[in-house]
């Protein structure tokens, strides 16, 4: 069992990343763990080129679609989704009936510096995801005060790291039992 991590942020060493590392660090027996750090490569979305992807494209696509769940950590850019995990998430809804997150289930969680941890840029990336047809899993978690958070992760965020992870293993081991 694979999950693929995604972080929505460019920045190295991004408060996502390390909470996408967190969740990585403590995974149940048999699950493994896998960070896709190519947003940066993903040209703009353009149904000019759809049919001929570029590499990148491609890749994002590839490893998805090899994936057996996704858990995308993103910030909150203006109260929304960050323009660069958005762009790979349309390249990544193409084709619209056989996509790559089609039926896949995916989870989203965030960190933030503010006290409200980025909630809005998580209801609109599930929302997004969930008009791509991915099966939007669990409540996930928005974890204000995140610099202090993660630097010194306590019991309860580490449980909450574990419970949206166990739930992705639970939708993608019954996903795979169904197919």
């Known amino acids: ?53 570029s590499v990148a494209v491609a890749t994002f696509r590839s490893v998805v679609s090899s994936a057996d769940a996704v858990l995308i ?25 056989t996509n790559v997150f089609r039926g896949k289930p995916v989870a989203v969680v965030g960190a933030s510096p503010g006290a409200f941890g980025g909630i809005w840029a998580h209801e609109e990336t599930r929302k997004v995801l969930g008009i791509m047809g991915a099966r939007v899993v669990g409540g996930g978690f928005s974890l204000g005060k995140a610099p202090e958070r993660v630097a010194a992760p306590d019991q309860e965020l580490l449980g909450q790291l574990r419970d949206v992870v166990e739930t992705l293993v639970f939708e993608a081991t019954a996903r795979v039992a169904a197919a």
Do not use: C
Not at 41 to 52: A, M
Not at 73 to 95: M, V
């Open 73 to 97: 950590a993103t910030p909150e850019y203006n109260g929304s989704i960050p323009g660069t995990l958005k762009n790979a998430l349309d390249w990544g809804s193409r084709p619209g009936a």
């Open 1 to 53: 069992m694979q999950i693929l991590g995604i972080a929505g942020s460019l920045r190295a060493h991004s408060l996502n990343a390390q909470l996408l590392q967190l969740a990585a660090a403590n995974l149940p027996d048999g699950v493994t763990y896998a960070a896709w750090e190519g947003l940066r490569d993903i040209p703009p979305f353009d149904q000019d080129t759809e049919e001929t992807p």
